[in-house]
């Protein structure tokens, strides 16, 4: 498995293009905005994209969502359902932001707890992690050791809760009972920032010490 970070927009939002080495499928994962910049890169690396991976759906993490997948023909999967409410509002979230309008959309899948994704040869486990947004879900490759979390955890934090429908013991459950006990050895991208592993958040981070 291979990956690149793109950092998107203002908010340095981290667009994930996720591929398999030996088939040279991809996926793009919460794709916050800048299409051409995200494309130029598929181009670059010589993927073929087929589907767009949302882990919830805050602007920042789904502005170029809908417009990517009319350009690349891929579908969209993910988030799960309890964030309709957020991906219908996105022209209001749009303007209050600055951004340029991004119109509500409706994803070709929803995704649910234990849902499997195909990458190529890889395969990817959903897990609902509520607490951010209530419909927040993460990807798990279990051989890679490997997640891409969204906003969930960061390297040396953890997301906000104080958002519509956050609820911050939500989240801090997902994280002690769902993440960390993946184990120590599985490293993660986040929605900003640096990567990290469960193993170094379990230790060193002070909101879930």
Not at 104 to 129: A, K, Y
Request: aromatic letters at 8%; hydrophobic letters at 40%.
């Amino acid at each position: 498995m291979k990956y690149k970070i793109i950092p998107v927009t203002a908010f340095k939002q981290n667009c994930s293009l996720v591929w398999c080495e030996n088939t040279c499928e991809a996926a793009l994962v919460d794709p916050g905005g800048e299409a051409d910049k995200l494309i130029d890169e598929i181009k670059q690396q010589k993927l073929i994209v087929s589907q767009i991976l949302l882990t919830h759906g805050h602007l920042d993490h789904v502005g170029a969502a809908a417009e990517l997948a009319q350009r690349l023909q891929v579908p969209i999967n993910g988030p799960s359902i309890e964030d309709n409410f957020l991906l219908s509002e996105l022209p209001a979230h749009s303007r209050m932001f600055g951004f340029e309008e991004c119109q509500p959309f409706t994803p070709d899948r929803w995704l649910q707890e234990d849902d499997q994704i195909s990458i190529g040869n890889m395969c990817f486990t959903v897990l609902h992690c509520p607490g951010h947004t209530p419909g927040h879900i993460v990807f798990i490759n279990h051989e890679a050791s490997f997640a891409l979390v969204g906003d969930v955890i960061f390297n040396g934090s953890v997301g906000r809760s104080d958002f519509p429908r956050g609820d911050h013991q939500q989240l801090i459950d997902s994280i002690r009972n769902k993440l960390l006990p993946l184990g120590d050895n599985i490293t993660f991208i986040p929605g900003h920032g640096a990567i990290s592993t469960f193993g170094n958040e379990r230790k060193n981070n002070p909101f879930i010490r």
